[in-house]
């Protein structure tokens, strides 16, 4: 069983940065490829960026690409996503994931544990 925690969200004004961790407990993820997602009020939950298990391989989706970064500290049990150039549609909730395999994408069926969420507010 894994506990995954999100922390660092918050409001900032468009144009701005956060960044978020998502730190593990329970067990190492380091044979796991994680996901950061996020969910609008009343839709379901969309790919925003996952990383392999060793850090080599990302993804992200055209809406964030060349904005956010995802990177993962093995040793620290933690993933993170730096979010640059914020803007208003970045609003939501977002949530971190631990994939089944190696390697993973944007499908939500390849992920086995969830965090709670932490809230991101873009103002405009």
């Known amino acids: 069983q894994v506990q995954l925690v999100e922390s660092g969200g918050g409001l900032v004004q468009a144009g701005g940065s956060l960044r978020l961790s998502c730190a593990a407990s329970?067990?190492?993820?380091?044979?796991?490829?994680m996901g950061w997602f996020r969910q609008y009020p009343g839709k379901e939950r969309e790919f925003v960026a996952a990383?392999?298990?060793?850090?080599?391989?990302?993804a992200y989706a055209a809406s964030v690409k060349g904005r956010f970064t995802i990177s993962r500290d093995n040793a620290k049990n933690t993933v993170y996503l730096q979010m640059n150039s914020l803007k208003p549609e970045d609003t939501a909730v977002y949530y971190c994931?631990?994939?089944?395999?190696?390697?993973?994408?944007?499908?939500?069926?390849?992920?086995?544990?969830w965090g709670q969420g932490t809230q991101v507010t873009v103002s405009s």
């Open positions: 994931a631990v994939a089944r395999g190696y390697y993973s994408g944007a499908s939500l069926g390849a992920y086995d544990y």
């Open positions: 329970g067990r190492t993820i380091s044979s796991n490829a």
């Open positions: 990383i392999s298990w060793s850090g080599e391989n990302t």
